[in-house]
């Protein structure tokens, strides 16, 4: 296990996860109905852009949040609301030095009955993330293999909820694993949000992937979206994707809007593509 987010906090793909799941959560939130969030490769939770060696060594944020923010904050997007107000809440003065992992972004939209489990396999990262989850008293924090953690969280309890599936991709095979645990999913928590975070890179898998999706989500509402910042190069990170099962109600429009944005922001040729998988009607 080599990977550490620290070095990716705050890049590209961050900010458009992000900024879908902030939208995402908000609207799950604004019912009155508890709801459990999962996060099952959870990460550190929280990274100093300014401190953080891995931040500052890496510096992707700097070409991700750190041009979005300048850029659209005075004028940003309804849909941008939700991943700014909480940007602002951790950089009250103006200056971006603290950013949101998954479960820092899971634990300020939960309200006091939902419940937020979180669970990251590397040992010092879990150090920092249960450090991060502290002041969150609905929050636990697990040390299982986060494929073997879908099953074991699965169904929720309370059932109503969002999962969140962002593994790191140094593996090979991770495709089928995803795959695999969208057929878990379809067969033990069928009305779940699952959000599923994949990269494009020309080491290739995601084409297979998105042809076999339709199979794989069979009658679930399945949303994919795509930024693609340029053609694929020989090696390297060219864009990213997400596969949303059972988005609530006017998340379509939200991620259209982020990508849309997105695409504008950082001049990406061929861009933002979104589509049902499966349609909700
Ligand atoms: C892409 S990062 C997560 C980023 C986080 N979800 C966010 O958006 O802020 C993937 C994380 O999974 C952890 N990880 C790697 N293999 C794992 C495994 N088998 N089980 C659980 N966690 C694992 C890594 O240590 C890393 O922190």
New binding site residues.
């Given amino acids: 296990?080599n990977?550490?987010?620290g070095f990716h906090?705050g890049n590209h793909a961050?900010v458009i996860?992000?900024a879908v799941l902030c939208c995402l959560l908000a609207r799950m939130a604004a019912k009155d109905k508890p709801m459990t969030i999962i996060?099952?490769?959870?990460?550190?939770?929280r990274y100093h852009l300014a401190l953080d060696d891995r931040a500052m060594r890496g510096g992707e944020w700097q070409g991700g949040v750190g041009r979005v923010w300048p850029d659209l904050q005075d004028d940003a997007p309804a849909a941008f609301k939700p991943y700014f107000s909480l940007l602002t809440r951790l950089n009250p003065n103006g200056l971006l030095h603290h950013y949101p992992?998954?479960?820092l972004i899971a634990a300020a939209f939960a309200r006091a009955d939902d419940k937020v489990l979180v669970?990251?396999?590397?040992r010092e990262?879990r150090a920092t993330l249960t450090r991060t989850m502290a002041p969150f008293p609905h929050a636990r924090v697990y040390d299982?293999?986060?494929?073997q953690?879908i099953r074991a969280f699965l169904p929720p309890m309370p059932r109503r909820g969002v999962l969140?599936i962002?593994?790191?991709f140094e593996e090979a095979g991770e495709f089928a694993r995803l795959r695999e645990s969208i057929r878990v999913i379809r067969q033990i928590w069928k009305t779940g949000v699952t959000v599923l975070?994949y990269p494009l890179t020309p080491y290739g898998g995601v084409s297979a992937f998105s042809q076999e999706l339709i199979q794989v989500a069979g009658d679930v509402p399945t949303l994919q979206l795509e930024l693609i910042l340029h053609p694929p190069e020989e090696r390297g990170l060219y864009g990213s994707g997400l596969v949303i099962l059972n988005p609530p109600y006017g998340l379509e429009e939200d991620a259209r809007e982020i990508g849309s944005t997105l695409e504008a922001v950082f001049h990406a040729d061929p861009g933002y593509r979104q589509r049902w998988i499966v349609s909700p009607d």
């Fill in positions: 296990m990977y550490r987010h906090a961050d996860k992000h996060d099952a490769f959870a990460g550190a939770g992992g998954s479960p669970n990251e396999l590397h990262e299982m293999d986060g494929w953690s969140l962002d593994p790191p975070w």
